[in-house]
């Protein structure tokens, strides 16, 4: 009798360990799963030019989405945005692409100012979370976030709005 107990109670004993454990390693999962990537989509830039000789008008827009990290401080190697050393970007044909460097072409460099300072605002001053795409780009994009210590974590597009 007393057998069946000492093991009744080992066997309790390793579940509870087991079940700690796996709660542990899903407590970490979920920090990291809940690391992801937002984009505000609906934003452009309008260009307008008309002649004022043959009245051609020449005027454009550029729509953009804008990328922005989401819950990088679970990523481990980065505690504070404010104050650890990481890099966010997306891979976009295969090279990487940060902040406006997929639309310097399309927006001048005033316009892409007063963009930053209303994203800034938005992001509270982490500008460095934002990667700024074209529309036809944001669902081709691949985001990753790179910690002080070369640790490369991909963080997966949750929504577009």
Known sequence: MKMNN???????????LTSCESRQEQYEQDLLDACNVKIM?????????????????TSFTVDFGIAYAVNVANLPGIDDVRYDDYEFYAMLDGR???????????????????????INVQLSGHTDLAVYLLHENMYKAQFFVENSNGQIFELQLKEVY
């Open 41 to 57: 989509s609906d934003n452009y830039v309008k260009t307008t030019a008309v002649s004022s000789c043959t009245g051609l008008d």
């Open 96 to 118: 990487k692409v940060k902040g406006f460097q997929n639309l310097k072409d399309q927006i001048s460099n005033r316009a892409q100012n007063i963009i930053d300072g209303d």
């Open 6 to 16: 000492f093991i009744a109670t080992a066997v309790a004993a390793t579940l509870a």
